[in-house]
């Protein structure tokens, strides 16, 4: 159960654009966090990079902001600021006191609603892209990843650099990003969610007569296809690597399927999370071959990834790809033991109660949530996470993990 923590106050304004809220009594400080769905799965031919771009431009300034003005004045009223770009969803936040919010709100909504684009910041800040773009080159691991998600999902948003492509990053203009702007920063594509230590109507009633509500629709717009996950196995030699990697990628349930999120939860939990999972115990601490294993589950509009990443020397790869299929064969014969079923159960639902516990993290939530259309209550993960048993795991959840499905990249020195 989650309690003292009640559910999320919300409010649809005519434009489609949407305020969600929910106190936290023992906050300190108040969230504000304004999302879109505005991320690279939503751009264009020849917008490659455009959301991440757009993203640092917004804090370059605004119709009444000069650049670097916003971070100056939230740091002076107490607060911090920052931002994030994904393949679905942008979005941007702010850590307030609560005396502070009301200004911060029309800072936040001014600059992220109105950004200024100038030509001569547009071109100092593509350097900056194009730099952290050759950092990302630069890091072998970062090649290695971004090399398994092109090859899996072929074709797809999720397969390209959210960063974007050098060539179009270079092409790009203030127009086109302004273009990008109207497009996406609209009503129905925006949600403002605030939580922690909200005392009363004030800041509501400020958003509903400001420029949340009053933007304009944004047109229709069609979505990225459902992602397909291929098949196949490779070898990549990577200059500077300093250990073997094996990834492995399989395709889970979207994001709005949350039943099944949560089965994929508990199915890479008991793979790999923790000391005593099935995969760490193993290769880990029984057989001493990798440095490290994980299996992570990304939550995505059109289709979720399980990760695998094992860390070893490349003489064990053979050795490391056996025992994985090793484990999950065992895993598909036997029943999950009671322990094992509970520790599995316990670790989910710990940390999903643990992502309550902050003003950000609940913006975070119920922001994102919104944004998607998951009005849900706050208690239906964990009721929707006791509808899994351990023979339903084995049927469906953890079927989707057999080895012989995913997409496989080897990594090795050079």
């Known amino acids: 159960m989650l309690p003292g923590l009640g559910e999320p106050d919300r409010r649809q304004f005519p434009n489609g654009a949407e305020l969600v809220s929910l106190p936290l009594a023992d906050a300190p400080l108040v969230c504000l966090d304004f999302w879109c769905r505005a991320g690279s799965a939503w751009e264009h031919p020849g917008e490659s990079g455009l959301a991440h771009f757009l993203e640092h431009m917004v804090f370059k300034g605004s119709e009444n902001l000069a650049a670097g003005e916003f971070d100056r004045r939230v740091e002076a009223l107490g607060g911090n600021t920052n931002a994030a770009t994904g393949f679905d969803d942008v979005h941007y936040h702010v850590l307030i006191p609560p005396q502070a919010a009301p200004e911060a709100l029309d800072l936040l909504l001014d600059l992220v609603l109105h950004p200024r684009l100038e030509p001569e910041a547009f071109a100092m800040e593509r350097q900056v892209v194009l730099e952290e773009l ?158 490290s294993i994980d299996l992570d589950l990304h939550a995505m509009e059109c289709g979720s990834l399980a990760l695998l990443e094992a860390v070893c020397e490349p003489e064990e790869l053979p050795e490391v790809r056996q025992a994985i299929s090793q484990v999950w064969t065992e895993l598909m014969a036997e029943e999950i033991g009671e322990a094992e079923w509970q520790r599995a159960q316990r670790l989910v639902a710990n940390a999903y109660r643990f992502g309550l516990e902050s003003a950000g993290s609940v913006a975070g939530l119920i922001g994102n949530s919104s944004l998607w259309g998951r009005r849900q209550s706050l208690q239906q993960p964990l009721e929707l996470l006791q509808r899994w048993s351990p023979k339903r795991l084995r049927e469906q959840a953890l079927m989707r993990l057999d080895p012989d499905q995913a997409y496989i990249l080897e990594a090795v020195p050079a």
């Not at 302004?178 to 925006?190: D, E, I, P, V, W």
């Not at 709005?256 to 508990?266: F, P, Q, R, W, Y």
């Open 134 to 291: 050759a950092q990302s080159e630069d890091q072998p691991e970062e090649v290695a990843l971004q090399r398994l998600l092109a090859q899996a999902c072929p074709g797809h948003p999720y397969g390209q650099p959210i960063l974007g492509q050098r060539q179009a990053l270079l092409s790009h203009e203030p127009e086109a990003m302004a273009a990008f702007h109207s497009r996406l920063y609209g009503g129905g594509r925006c949600v403002l969610a605030i939580s922690g230590a909200v005392e009363d109507g004030d800041l509501a009633r400020r958003i509903a007569s400001g420029p949340l509500a009053s933007l304009a629709p944004a047109p229709a717009t069609t979505p990225a296809a459902h992602l397909q996950l291929f098949q196949g196995d490779e070898r990549l030699v990577l200059p500077r690597l300093e250990a073997a990697r094996l990834l492995m990628a399989w395709w889970q349930p979207a994001a709005d399927d949350l039943e099944g999120v949560m089965g994929a939860d508990l199915a890479t939990t008991v793979l790999a999370e923790g000391r005593r999972s099935r995969l760490v115990e193993r290769l880990r601490e029984q057989l001493r071959i990798v440095e």
